[in-house]
């Protein structure tokens, strides 16, 4: 049984790191095909094993899916965030740095994952429906801020910057507009072709009209890469105030969680926000199989794919898992200070507008390929999908307006979902 749940958990890992450096390629597609195979695997070994797997998968994409984020401007629908900052800083060198403080995010988060789990067992049923109720007046809050926050809050930068904020106001409305829109299409992965747009394909165009050069990567000692003691503990305390609402509540993600964790806490520093967003992205992995305890609810794909594996997981089922979430974390933080550290020293060898090229190329290719394998009209339905939206955020470049205005494409879809 053991050499079964270790070689699970390497499988898990290897998979992760895979789903992790190849854009468009989630772990909800491996979980889809794992479940496709489900009878067949289940003759040989059992429900657990795979939980195992799918566990360690989970955890260590959120791990490593930042290094294509960061270094090619290619993210997934849970880190694309990181893209904002992270180019910046891959123009000063300094991208190395910026995937180990998503690292160490990750690495708190599952400190804050074995700590909070025993509270969050406690009070996750008696809160449950009192949350799902007011989500969307949060959202709507932290909207109207990060609005507003558009050329700054004091009365002398509102009169200076009001045409900044209906401009934000308007790129808000529009990304929500797509949003609803395309998540009501008949197309399989409607958030890569909606995401990869917004954020990821208009970046990586820009990098080539730009003609970037990418320069000499600064590789600089784990020691050095620090945030002080006040960054650090307000990145982790926004990401304890906003990972739970994603846990268990329809329709929020990592990204959404980061928008009210950045905006319950006024980070400005993009270290910070680094930092932020690993973390969550890591704890709301995790918690979503807690929650799948807890409460019977989730909604992360790995999460459902383990509720059907598993109906009713147990109190032994629940610490495997934790144990699994830890020691698979600290093998994909060691995979992320190599691969990181091996990308960044080479990097700027490499032509990287034809780098942008490609990876342009590969993913006008996985939104056509992956909106439906099956059908040539969801294919072209994704591409129409991803050209509009790369258009948005590529005006939302140009008009100089800070591209978290674009997570409307999330928020308003949600917050309508939650009030009709």
């Known amino acids: 049984m053991i050499e079964y749940i270790i070689l699970a958990l390497f499988l898990g890992i290897l998979a992760g790191t895979f789903?992790?450096?190849?854009?468009?390629?989630?772990?909800?597609?491996?979980?889809v095909i794992l479940l496709g195979l489900s009878a067949t695997l289940l003759s040989i070994t059992t429900p657990l094993i795979l939980v195992i797997f799918i566990v360690s998968?989970?955890?260590?994409?959120?791990?490593?899916?930042?290094?294509?984020?960061?270094?090619?401007?290619a993210p997934d629908e849970d880190s694309f965030l990181s893209i904002l900052p992270g180019?910046?800083?891959?123009?000063?060198?300094?991208?190395?740095?910026?995937?180990?403080?998503?690292?160490?995010?990750?690495?708190?988060?599952?400190?804050?994952?074995?700590?909070?789990?025993?509270?969050?067992?406690?009070?996750?049923?008696?809160?449950?429906?009192?949350?799902?109720?007011?989500?969307?007046?949060?959202?709507?809050?932290?909207?109207?801020?990060i609005i507003l926050d558009e050329g700054g809050l004091s009365k002398k930068g509102f009169i200076l910057n009001y045409n900044k904020k209906l401009w934000a106001l308007i790129i808000f409305i529009l990304a929500g507009f797509l949003g609803i829109t395309t998540l009501n299409l008949n197309i399989s992965q409607p958030l890569l072709p909606l995401l990869t747009g917004l954020f990821g394909a208009s970046s990586i165009i820009l990098s080539i009209k730009h003609k970037t050069k990418v320069p000499k990567q600064k590789i600089i000692p784990l020691k050095e890469i620090r945030l002080n003691k006040k960054s650090a503990i307000k990145a982790t305390i926004g990401s304890i105030i906003a990972s739970p609402f994603t846990a268990f509540l329809p329709g929020l993600g990592a990204s959404t969680?980061?928008?009210?964790?950045?905006?319950?806490?006024?980070?400005?520093?993009?270290?910070?926000?680094?930092?932020?967003?690993?973390?969550?992205?890591?704890?709301?992995?995790?918690?979503?199989?807690?929650?799948?305890?807890?409460?019977?609810?989730?909604?992360?794909g790995a999460a459902i794919a383990v509720s059907q594996l598993i109906p009713e997981l147990t109190h032994i089922?629940?610490?495997?898992?934790?144990?699994?979430?830890?020691?698979?974390?600290?093998?994909?933080?060691?995979?992320?200070?190599?691969?990181?550290?091996?990308?960044?020293?080479?990097?700027?060898?490499?032509?990287?507008?034809?780098?942008?090229?490609?990876?342009?190329?590969?993913?006008?290719?996985?939104?056509f390929l992956l909106s439906d394998m099956l059908n040539l009209i969801g294919g072209l339905i994704g591409l129409i999908v991803f050209i509009t939206a790369t258009a948005l955020g590529l005006f939302a470049i140009q008009l100089g307006i800070k591209r978290i205005h674009l997570m409307g494409c999330l928020i308003i879809p949600i917050i309508l979902f939650y009030l009709l």
Do not use: C
């Open 19 to 31: 789903t992790g450096l190849i854009p468009g390629i989630h772990i909800n597609l491996i979980t």
């Open 317 to 367: 089922n629940l610490i495997y898992i934790i144990a699994v979430i830890l020691f698979s974390g600290i093998i994909a933080a060691v995979i992320t200070i190599l691969l990181s550290k091996l990308i960044a020293k080479n990097i700027h060898r490499f032509n990287y507008a034809k780098i942008s090229l490609v990876v342009l190329g590969i993913l006008f290719f996985l939104v």
């Open 257 to 300: 969680a980061a928008v009210i964790g950045k905006s319950a806490t006024r980070i400005k520093d993009q270290r910070e926000f680094l930092f932020l967003l690993g973390a969550i992205n890591t704890i709301v992995m995790g918690l979503s199989f807690i929650t799948l305890y807890a409460v019977g609810k989730t909604r992360t």
């Open 87 to 145: 180019h910046q800083l891959l123009l000063k060198g300094r991208a190395y740095p910026a995937v180990i403080l998503t690292l160490y995010g990750s690495l708190t988060a599952l400190l804050i994952i074995l700590i909070f789990t025993p509270l969050f067992l406690y009070i996750l049923p008696k809160v449950y429906p009192f949350l799902s109720q007011i989500i969307w007046v949060i959202l709507l809050i932290v909207s109207l801020y």
């Open 57 to 73: 998968m989970s955890i260590t994409h959120t791990f490593i899916d930042y290094i294509p984020s960061i270094f090619l401007g």
